[in-house]
């Protein structure tokens, strides 16, 4: 187990597996996330309730083979115990009964095993972006606690059909982004930090601004055209 103190508005994690190098592997995955951060690694169910008194994540990466008990036996206690953190399995378990289980536990997502990176971080950006409205949302009436449940498949701004040739999971990445960011983003800087081309980038962009999930704003340059910088509404 070990710990380090996060910088403010990271999304602490700690990681449960008994295998070590898995662990690494999962922890290096994570920490190239925006806005994820890695507390700490547990490799039994012992050590993961240990770990959450002492080190009280936000997200529990939770494998369920784990050497003293199966793990979502895990869950129960950390809910008696007063914590609230959210957990994802990460687990070869493929039984129908697992899933099930983990479903009646609340889990926030289910990700089986091997994965790769891009599987790992569309879920956290998806987890992240859910957790962002539960955290800013101001429920007036019931279309804003059904925006806010619509959330755990599907983000309440794409949660309608998209314009042709866009995908939910970019407009995930995308909004996740936007959310993140410590100001507003042009077209050009939102295309880096999500690895898509600036074009692609700017479309959705305005997609958001034209359902009203994002504001833009205009800079001017020297010469040119204004820059339009884009950031999430609250």
């Known amino acids: 187990m070990t710990g380090t103190s996060s910088p403010p508005g990271t999304i602490d994690v700690l990681v449960v597996d008994d295998d070590f190098m898995v662990a690494r592997v999962h922890r290096t995955f994570v920490e190239r996330v925006e806005p994820f951060h890695v507390v700490g690694v547990a490799s039994t169910g012992e050590q993961a309730v240990a770990a959450v008194d002492e080190l009280r994540p936000d997200l529990v990466l939770l494998d369920l083979y784990l050497p003293d008990g199966f793990g979502l036996d895990v869950i129960p206690r950390l809910r008696t115990a007063g914590h609230d953190c959210d957990v994802m399995v990460i687990s070869a378990a493929r039984e129908a009964d697992s899933v099930r289980g983990a479903v009646r536990h609340g889990v926030v997502d289910y990700l089986l095993k091997p994965f790769e990176f891009e599987e790992l971080r569309s879920r956290l950006q998806r987890y992240a972006a859910q957790r962002g409205r539960l955290l800013t949302t101001v429920v007036r009436g019931q ?66 601004h034209s359902t009203g999930s994002a504001d833009v704003s205009l800079r001017y340059g020297v010469a040119g055209r204004p820059e339009r910088r884009y950031s999430w509404r609250v």
């Open 143 to 208: 279309a804003d606690v059904d925006r806010v449940l619509a959330g755990a498949t599907a983000p309440a701004s794409t949660a309608g059909a998209l314009p042709k040739g866009m995908s939910v999971e970019t407009a995930e990445l995308i909004e996740a982004t936007l959310r993140a960011a410590d100001g507003t983003l042009s077209a050009t800087e939102c295309a880096t930090l999500t690895g898509i081309s600036r074009v692609s980038a700017r479309r959705y962009l305005e997609y958001f």
